[in-house]
């Protein structure tokens, strides 16, 4: 099963590799990752006699859920190295910025056995944490070999994707198998992994650590980059901001009909828009969308090459365009507080929506579409307490209206979608026990 698994995979890579090649000329991704992805890690990364615990995040998302789990598990264990891997070059931009408690980066290899041996080769690891859904059977497989303790953190199993798992049943198993721990989001997610032969003595629950996760900003260069973001677009003298983060292809130009829309209503004419596309190969795409729109707009990074060079007229021409680009990496969170309201994307088109629990900790009442498959319990638990607002492109005006107008609303929302993130924390101390039980 393994040997058609490592063929599958290996067609798979030839028939991508087209794409491969065209992101690697045009945006310059996977070239410069290529060595690391084939088991060649970098020098930094190698083991140095002390044990490893290596966290594999696969992209921003996850190493934010992840950031207070990786510093309690320095703390806990000082003697330890912690390295961090992630699959994409956003993620791997973010983490090499956090110096703070990792003591290497890189790329998660592919799940080839050659790179795969490689890589546990050079890294040693006595310890393997893996965020959410990775669950890649060869690079298990070879870590129960080496005796190497696995454990799935954060674990979640999605509907659609557990129909697609329940077809290789008993591959699913023997990959679960594999895990020495299972630390999974909720009771159904547990279920799912119970029903595709997961071992009942080695999961349990311990709830989300993006409910933990620290979107209010809690370093001084975090807080530093805040007033400057605040100071460069006036974001806190916005009555009516509206932050849509993480959006997709096609949803931007919703939300400029949307925001034009607006504009023309009574009480909205100073309505601005503040667009933070998931994706940064996506940045140019939007820049060029919103230059042939009648709106003024301002380019975030244009602002950030002038950093400390920045004249009055400079901060004068910022803060007087109606359209803010946020053509930058790990300041989204940062611009959530100056919201009126948040529309959280990738939920207009079918890609399972992305994480709205940053915006809940700002207490924001948020706004998403009704593709949220990857956040259905959290969007399930918010609907029931009426801490969001789940509508179609055509409803999307009058809902940003009615919010932006009726601020006794719109605060009760967001009162009810903090209570709701209060309310779930507790993850990270929950896996931190299970963590060090299993290690002790």
């Known amino acids: 099963m393994y040997l058609l698994y490592s063929l599958a995979l290996s067609l798979l890579f030839l028939a991508l590799l087209p794409y491969f090649l065209y992101q690697a000329l045009r945006h310059g991704k996977y070239a410069g990752s290529l060595r690391e ?3 060649s890690m970098p020098a930094v990364a190698r083991s140095d006699g002390r044990k490893t615990i290596w966290v594999h995040t696969v992209s921003v998302g996850e190493f934010l859920a992840a950031r207070s789990l990786i510093r309690r598990l320095k703390h806990q264990l000082p003697n330890h190295r912690v390295v961090v891997s992630t699959a994409t070059a956003t993620g791997q931009r973010l983490v090499r910025s956090q110096t703070e408690s990792i003591d290497a980066t890189f790329y998660f290899p592919f799940d080839w056995r050659f790179s795969v041996r490689r890589a546990l080769t050079w890294i040693k690891p006595s310890v393997v944490v893996i965020l959410e859904t990775e669950l890649w059977p060869n ?13 799935l953190v954060n674990g979640r199993i999605s509907s659609r994707s557990f129909a697609r798992y329940r077809r290789v049943r008993s591959f699913m198993r023997r990959t679960l198998e594999d895990f020495s721990l299972l630390i999974m989001q909720s009771q159904a997610d547990a279920d799912r992994a119970l029903q595709l032969g997961a071992p009942a003595n080695r999961t349990r629950v311990c709830g989300n650590l993006k409910y933990d996760q620290s979107a209010l900003a809690d370093s001084e260069a975090s807080r530093d980059v805040q007033l400057d973001l605040d100071r ?31 504009r023309s209503q009574r009480g909205l004419e100073d309505t601005r828009l503040l667009i933070a596309p998931r994706r940064p190969e996506r940045f140019d795409e939007v820049s060029g969308l919103l230059s042939r729109s009648e709106f003024s707009f301002a380019r975030r990074s244009e602002f950030r090459a002038l950093e400390g060079k920045l004249t009055n007229s400079d901060l004068s021409s910022g803060n007087t365009h109606d359209v803010i680009l946020l053509d930058t990496i790990g300041e989204l969170a940062l611009v959530y507080r100056f919201a009126a309201v948040v529309f959280v994307g990738g939920s207009f088109v079918p890609s399972g929506g992305h994480n709205i629990i940053e915006p809940a900790a700002f207490a924001k009442p948020i ?23 789940q509508t179609v492109t055509s409803a999307l005006t009058g809902e940003l209206a009615r919010l932006l107008l009726n601020t006794e609303e719109a605060c009760a929302m967001g009162a009810r979608a903090r209570n709701i993130f209060l309310k779930n924390q507790g993850a990270t101390e929950c896996t931190i026990r299970a963590i060090a039980d299993l290690i002790d």
């Open 37 to 39: 992805r084939l088991g």
């Open 139 to 151: 690079f298990l497989r070879e870590c129960r070999l080496r005796d190497v303790t696995t454990i």
């Open 232 to 262: 460069l677009f006036e974001l806190s003298r916005s009555a009516h901001l509206i932050v849509a983060g993480s959006t997709a292809a096609g949803e931007e130009a919703v939300l400029l009909n949307s925001f034009r829309e607006l």
């Open 367 to 389: 706004v998403v579409g009704p593709h949220t498959e990857n956040f259905r319990q959290i969007i399930s638990d918010f609907a029931r307490d009426h801490a969001v607002v």
